[in-house]
Each structure stands twice: as C-alpha cells, then as structure tokens.
C-alpha cells in the first residue's frame, strides 16, 4: 500500500479511522478487493487560500479544501465545514465517508467535502458573505451540478449555500441552482431538507431498534451536539415516547433523568445559541455524560467522540451515529464485544443527502415535491438501506458498520472495474 505523503498518518486522526475502516472490509470483497486501493487515495483535493478584508479594513488570509475522494458512480457529493479544526486530513475522512454513504444508500453520486478553517461565530455577516464567495469562486473550477455539489455541514446553513449559488451563477452568467443543495426553498431548496438528517436518524434508529427488541417508548435517550441533527432526531424520539436525559453541546452537559423539556430547551438556544444556562435541567461536568444512564446514545456534534474508555462505561444498548465518524475503530470493538449496537454514520446519518439528491433532481427538472411526498420517498429508502445492510451483517456474521462498508464497496468497486482505467 503507498502511504500518501501530504498527511499525517497519526493513528488517531479521521483519515486514519476511515482507512482502518477499509482495512475490515477487505477480506469481504472477493476478486473486487483487488480495486480497492482507489478507496485509500482521494482523486483530488484542492488547498485554496481566502483572503478576505475584515469589516475594519484589516486583511486575513484563511486556508479553504475541497477534496474530491471518488467520483466512479457521479458527481461529487458532500458538505461544506467552517470549524476552526478543519484541515485536509479531515476534509479528506469527511469526503470518502460520503463516497461510502452515497453508495451504502445506493445514491448515483461519488463523495467530495470541503471546509474553511475558520470560527464562524467570529465574523460578523458580511466578512461571511465575502469569505464564502470567494471561497466559492476558489473552488469554482471543479464544482458544478454535474460535477460536485456542495451542502452545508458544520458551521455553514441554508444562507450560506444561497451565497455559494450565487457567486457560482454570477461566474457562469445563468441561474444556476443544481451547483449546492440545502439551500433555502424559495430558491431551488427542497422542502424537508433541514430536517431530513435528523429524521433519517429516527427512521433507521426505530428500524434497528424493532428488530432488536427495544421499546422506543420511555426508553432513555442521550444526545451529544443539539444543532441541526441532534435537535431534529430528539424532537422525533421525544415524540415517540422516549425521553432525552441527557445533551451536551460545545457549552455544557445537562442532565434530568425524568427527560428534559425539548421544546423549552430549544427555544432557550434559539435565543442564546447554546444549551449553557438552561434552567430545566442540571448542569454536570462534561465528562460525566458518557456515565449517564441510558438506553439509546445520538452522537452529533463531531468526529473522535467515542474512544476505547468511554465505550467501555456506556450503558447504552444502541448507538445511531448521527455525527460523521464519531467512533474510533478500537472502540467499535469494544462495543461490540458489550453486546452493544452501532448504527454507522454512513446509514444512520444518510437523510440529509438523500434529500438533497432529492433537491437536486428536482433542481434539474424545475418541478417540486410535497414535504410528505418528499419525506415518504425519504423514509422507504432510508428503511429498505438499512434492511439491506442488517441482512448483510447476519449473512457475514459482522458488524452494521462492516456490512455498510460491504454494500458500498462493492458497489463502488464494481463501477470502477467496469469503466476500467483510462487511458488503459
Ligand atoms: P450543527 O453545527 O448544527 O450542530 C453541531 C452541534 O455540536 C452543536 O450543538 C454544537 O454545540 C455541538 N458541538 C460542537 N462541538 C462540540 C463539542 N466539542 N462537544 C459537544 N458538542 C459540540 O451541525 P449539524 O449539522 O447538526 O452536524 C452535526 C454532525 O452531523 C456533524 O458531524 C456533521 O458532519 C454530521 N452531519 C450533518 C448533516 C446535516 O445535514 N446537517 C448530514 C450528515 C452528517
């Protein structure tokens, strides 16, 4: 195997996780396994710098990624970060997981994210505007609608991609809303979209549950990241009967083993935009999250949350990872070893790009779907992927996360055997 010279091969970064992730796959993948160095090498990635003027007329210079993992099955596909921890090694883990994902829910897109390494919360909204333009304008010659098309991720949200649209259209001289998803609906966005990762999460989430003889009604749900997902798949669980004990966000831990009111909880971030000072619930060090009693954890806020140490204290019996690679590999073994179930980011959190695509074959056919037509659409695709994927890790004896991979993989593989290698 070549070892990529421009990253880190520290065994704790995302890269690393997703390539161990590959490395379980292998010995599953038959004669396609001989493809499957193409899934250890991104296809392209692109530094760009940003320079942008500060609102008081000071000059700063930020660093902008768009990385292109595998494009064998379509266009590119896969958000746009703004976190000041964004760097390629990341940018590269968060685009081939969206190569996995795309093809785990048999999406006709390859996997691509990008990022700026920036706080968003420091800028007011116009040094956001101008840094997401030119941004935009950077990475210009490599996106489009049948090329890759960008979504928001962390930090960035419907405003954002209406800005990257935009700047796209004004270069290209045509209204050109098929370059981003999520963005807002009266231009070119697609009802259900902001809420379809978080329902995705429910849907696979209950799926997994039924088959495994947990009662989702007054089970006890802990939540890391209460943004858009996290918020999203509590409301629905909330609405099934369970209770949230637990959240934690970038500002505090908050407990109540009785369940915390959710809409009180999100109208306090609404106003304050975190979940710090919240009086419905009692604040605990942060820590002691992972000790909380519980039935069912929804990571998602961030990669690295679970290690070897915490998935040794859960007392949960069902993780969905609504979060990008919230589980380090060793910890995956823990887990499974305590009897505990993962539902793998590359299904679990799957929602939000079925709803772009979505978006975007609507986007090319300028005609419009009802949210329930949209979410009905979204559920059967969602529920038979995750049959698929069940079936498949009783069939190998393996793990959801092993079976996901499995599943795509092979699509994956399959399409890159097929079209061969130019120019042969
Ligand atoms: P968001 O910005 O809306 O929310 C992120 C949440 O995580 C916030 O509550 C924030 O306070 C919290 N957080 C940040 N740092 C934290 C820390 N160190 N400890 C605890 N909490 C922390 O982001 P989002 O869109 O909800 O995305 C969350 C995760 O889901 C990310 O991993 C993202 O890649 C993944 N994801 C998002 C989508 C989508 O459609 N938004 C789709 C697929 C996957």
Same mark, same amino acid.
């Given at each position: 195997?070549?070892?990529l010279s421009y990253v880190s091969?520290?065994?704790?970064?995302a890269w690393?996780?997703y390539?161990?992730?590959?490395?379980?796959?292998?010995?599953?993948?038959?004669?396609?396994?001989?493809?499957?160095?193409?899934l250890r090498h991104p296809k392209r990635a692109l530094i760009v710098d940003?320079?942008?003027?500060?609102?008081?007329?000071?000059?700063?210079?930020?660093e902008g990624f768009r990385v292109q993992h595998n494009l064998?099955?379509?266009?590119g596909?896969g958000?746009?970060?703004?976190?000041?921890?964004v760097d390629l090694n990341e940018v590269m883990a968060l685009s081939a997981?969206m190569t996995?994902?795309?093809?785990?829910?048999?999406?006709?897109?390859g996997g691509a994210k990008g990022g700026i390494r920036?706080?968003?919360?420091?800028?007011?909204?116009?040094?956001?505007?101008?840094?997401?333009?030119?941004?935009?304008?950077e990475i210009?010659v490599i996106i489009?609608?049948?090329?890759d098309?960008?979504?928001?991720?962390?930090?960035?949200?419907?405003?954002?991609?209406?800005?990257?649209?935009?700047?796209?259209?004004?270069?290209?001289?045509?209204?050109?809303?098929?370059?981003?998803?999520?963005?807002?609906?009266? $231009? !070119?966005?697609?009802?259900?979209?902001?809420?379809?990762?978080?329902? #995705?999460?429910?849907?696979? +989430?209950? *799926?997994? %549950? @039924?088959? $495994? !003889?947990?009662?989702?009604?007054?089970?006890?749900?802990?939540?890391? #990241?209460?943004?858009?997902? +996290?918020? *999203?798949? %509590? @409301?629905?669980?909330?609405?099934?009967?369970?209770?949230?004990?637990?959240?934690?966000?970038?500002?505090?831990?908050?407990?109540?083993?009785?369940?915390?009111?959710?809409?009180?909880?999100?109208?306090?971030?609404?106003?304050?935009?975190?979940?710090?000072?919240?009086?419905?619930?009692?604040?605990?060090?942060?820590?002691?999250?992972?000790?909380?009693?519980?039935?069912?954890?929804?990571?998602?806020?961030?990669?690295?949350?679970?290690?070897?140490?915490?998935?040794?204290?859960?007392?949960?019996?069902?993780?969905?990872?609504?979060?990008?690679?919230?589980?380090?590999?060793?910890?995956?073994?823990?887990?499974?070893?305590?009897?505990?179930?993962?539902?793998?980011?590359?299904?679990?959190?799957?929602?939000?790009?079925?709803?772009?695509?979505?978006?975007?074959?609507?986007?090319?056919?300028?005609?419009?779907?009802?949210?329930?037509?949209?979410?009905?659409?979204?559920?059967?695709?969602?529920?038979?992927?995750?049959?698929?994927?069940?079936?498949?890790?009783?069939?190998?004896?393996?793990?959801?996360?092993?079976?996901?991979?499995?599943?795509?993989?092979?699509?994956?593989?399959?399409?890159?055997?097929?079209?061969?290698?130019?120019?042969?």
């Open positions: 195997m070549n070892k091969d520290s065994s704790t970064t690393s996780t390539l161990q992730q590959i490395d379980r796959v292998a010995p599953y993948l038959g004669d396609l396994a001989r493809w499957i160095e193409t940003i320079p942008l003027q500060m609102d008081d007329g000071s000059i700063r210079h930020f064998s099955r379509g266009p596909k958000g746009i970060r703004y976190h000041p921890n997981w996995i994902k795309c093809a785990a829910v048999n999406l006709p897109y920036v706080d968003p919360f420091t800028l007011s909204e116009s040094e956001l505007e101008r840094l997401t333009r030119r941004y935009t304008s210009g489009g609608p049948q090329k098309i960008p979504a928001p991720d962390v930090g960035t949200n419907s405003k954002v991609m209406a800005w990257m649209m935009d700047t796209y259209s004004m270069n290209h001289g045509t209204t050109v809303t098929g370059v981003v998803t999520g963005k807002p609906v009266h $231009l !070119g966005g697609s009802l259900g979209r902001e809420k379809a990762t978080g329902r #995705g999460v429910f849907v696979t +989430g209950c *799926e997994v %549950a @039924r088959r $495994l !003889g947990i009662e989702i009604a007054d089970s006890r749900v802990a939540l890391q #990241g209460y943004g858009n997902v +996290g918020s *999203e798949a %509590a @409301r629905l669980f909330v609405a099934t009967g369970a209770r949230v004990v637990a959240v934690q966000d970038h500002s505090a831990t908050l407990f109540n083993a009785s369940g915390i009111d959710l809409p009180a909880l999100s109208a306090w971030q609404a106003r304050h935009k975190k979940i710090a000072g919240f009086n419905g619930a009692e604040e605990i060090a942060s820590d002691a999250f992972w000790h909380v009693q519980m039935d069912i954890l929804i990571p998602a806020a961030l990669e690295g949350q679970i290690t070897r140490e915490r998935a040794e204290k859960l007392s949960c019996k069902l993780v969905l990872e609504g979060a990008n690679g919230p589980t380090y590999p060793e910890a995956d073994d823990v887990l499974s070893a305590r009897g505990i179930t993962v539902v793998p980011d590359v299904i679990c959190n799957a929602g939000g790009v079925t709803v772009s695509y979505f978006e975007w074959v609507q986007d090319m056919a300028s005609f419009f779907w009802s949210e329930n037509e949209i979410n009905q659409r979204m559920d059967k695709l969602m529920t038979d992927a995750m049959v698929h994927i069940w079936d498949k890790a009783r069939e190998k004896e393996c793990s959801l996360r092993t079976a996901a991979y499995i599943v795509a993989c092979e699509r994956i593989l399959l399409a890159r055997k097929d079209r061969g290698i130019y120019p042969g």
